[in-house]
């Protein structure tokens, strides 16, 4: 158990559906992240929030939208995906989003679009 | 831009073989560098870390040394066991850089026959 929680963890959609992810961390962190985990491929930074700040949006496509409400909780929107979106997507928090700081990460969501 | 390569998988060995995973890494400054492991269903934990060069990084039996003249950081392990099958990652920091310039590799599947 690491402290961040992510839900669900599985989610199959249509290209058409609307859904959102859930992470919440229990460690008291300032800094959230999402990352997209495809196979064969480097980890990729997604979003970061620090201190409830969005401070990176790395060129992700506006089908994805992030929100951050408070430092605990980190949604993100789903709308019109395409199959090649299918991935896993993960969560970390850290204490800031600064030098040597420590990423704590969530065990994922599955997400397959059809 | 600096960047991660490390063999890509799946590795399949018996238990307690001798295991190496590459890893080599381009950088313009003096990364720290990183092994993060990822077992089934569970998302990425940091395994060990060197923050310059020859730091050998060592936990759960694993071990890595900083190799600055290779520009490598080859993870080695002396016996798997059937319980270190899981997706291992080599990952870079430039000094001084916030945790959400992290840098990993496309990661390395391990499996351990019994």
């Known amino acids: 158990e690491t402290g961040v929680t992510q839900t669900p963890r599985h989610l199959v959609m249509g290209m058409t559906n609307k859904k959102s992810l859930k992470c919440e961390q229990h460690l008291g962190h300032n800094a959230m992240y999402w990352y997209k985990q495809s196979a064969k491929k480097p980890l990729e930074l997604m979003f970061v929030y620090n201190f409830k700040e969005q401070t990176e949006n790395n060129s992700v496509p506006s089908r994805f939208s992030p929100e951050c409400p408070n430092s605990s909780h980190l949604f993100l929107h789903l709308h019109t995906l395409q199959p090649e979106d299918s991935a896993l997507y993960l969560c970390?928090?850290?204490?800031?989003?600064?030098?040597?700081?420590?990423?704590?990460f969530g065990s994922g969501t599955q997400l397959s679009v059809l | 831009g600096d960047s991660v390569t490390q063999m890509e998988g799946p590795v399949t060995l018996s238990e307690e073989a001798f295991l190496t995973i590459n890893c080599t890494y381009t950088a313009t400054g003096y990364p720290s560098l990183f092994w993060y492991v990822q077992y089934p269903g569970e998302g990425l934990q940091l395994l060990l870390k060197?923050?310059?060069?020859?730091d050998k990084g060592s936990n759960k039996g694993f071990e890595a040394t900083y190799r600055k003249e290779t520009t490598s950081f080859h993870l080695e392990k002396g016996s798997v066991q059937v319980s270190d099958s899981a997706v291992y990652f080599c990952?870079?920091?430039?000094?001084?850089?916030?945790?959400?310039?992290?840098?990993f590799g496309s990661g390395t599947r391990l499996s351990i026959r019994p």
């Open positions: 060197a923050t310059k060069a020859d």
């Open positions: 970390a928090s850290s204490p800031q989003d600064g030098p040597n700081e420590k990423l704590f």
């Open positions: 990952a870079l920091s430039d000094l001084g850089s916030s945790a959400s310039k992290i840098i």
